[in-house]
């Protein structure tokens, strides 16, 4: 039964990777769409690592004076191992979705008619390929946010502990990525796409711009992956266990602000999907 629910995330989120055939259906899915899912990420998410937290917290798990741990220790023990499995396996099907939406109707305003009549002196096979590098880049994130959902770490240097920490990696690696690329290619399109030009999309850009732009971006990425190093060298006995409460405490909240952060960013990008569909052409 444990393995049960991994089978059935994984089988449906493998049909986000099929063809789109059916067009006509996808096209009648409601722009408000790209909102919910987005939004229904951040929730879930928020909602996660609370109920983990809780849990964890409540049942005596928090050791040596360990107040905020790394996200990944609120998946090692029962019971809010399963509700961090749970609650990351529907944030990255959630993310799945959201990718695939915004693929299919991006792409479509870049292709359109008014649009290609704007840009006769783009490359357009540049864009083509910076466009797919953003799709890329966004599976990997969502399989990164579910890798490492599914499999929890565990007290050893395993083979489920190596793929949670691989998972965390693609996460960062691809949320990075997806917001660099796609930044490009907006860049490279300037005003061929009509929704580029929309009030509220601006805001949105100027909130993505605040992690893209940052001069603590790099830094953030390092502490990111401190923790992540801590519990690969301690499982591995090439750092002793006893360590400092404070800055483990300092270590975790600093990567909780950066996750939420990523999550944040990468969720607005359903509005650049919605706005395609409903900004007004002048």
């Not at 565990?154 to 917001?179: R, V």
Request: some cysteine; overall charge positive.
């Amino acid at each position: 039964m444990r393995n049960i629910h991994r089978a059935i995330i994984f089988s449906f989120l493998a049909n986000f990777f099929l063809p789109q055939q059916n067009t006509v259906m996808i096209e009648s899915i409601p722009a408000i769409t790209h909102l919910l899912l987005c939004s229904g990420a951040i929730l879930a998410f928020l909602f996660t690592v609370s109920y983990t937290w809780y849990l964890w917290f409540s049942n005596n798990h928090n050791k040596d004076g360990i107040f905020l741990p790394a996200m990944s220790e609120l998946g090692l023990q029962a019971p809010e191992k399963y509700w961090y499995q749970y609650g990351f396996g529907f944030i990255g099907a959630l993310m799945f979705v959201h990718v695939e939406l915004f693929q299919f109707f991006i792409a479509k305003e870049i292709s359109s008619s008014h649009v290609k009549h704007k840009t006769e002196n783009i490359k357009r096979q540049e864009v083509a390929g910076i466009f797919q590098k953003a799709i890329i880049s966004g599976r990997v994130c969502a399989l990164g946010a579910t890798l490492q959902g599914i499999f929890t770490l565990e007290n050893t240097a395993s083979y489920q502990s190596i793929i949670h920490w691989t998972g965390a990696i693609l996460f960062l690696m691809g949320a990075q990525s997806f917001t660099d690329t796609t930044d490009n290619l907006y860049k490279k399109m300037g005003k061929a796409l009509s929704f580029l030009q929309g009030r509220q999309f601006r805001k949105a850009v100027s909130c993505r711009k605040f992690v893209l732009e940052s001069n603590t971006t790099f830094m953030g990425c390092i502490m990111f992956l401190v923790p992540i190093l801590w519990q690969i060298s301690k499982r591995i006995g090439g750092l002793s266990s006893q360590s400092s409460p404070g800055l483990l405490n300092i270590m975790g909240a600093v990567q909780w602000i950066l996750i939420f952060r990523y999550s944040l960013v990468f969720a607005l990008y359903g509005i650049d999907a919605y706005y395609s569909r409903t900004y007004s052409i002048s």
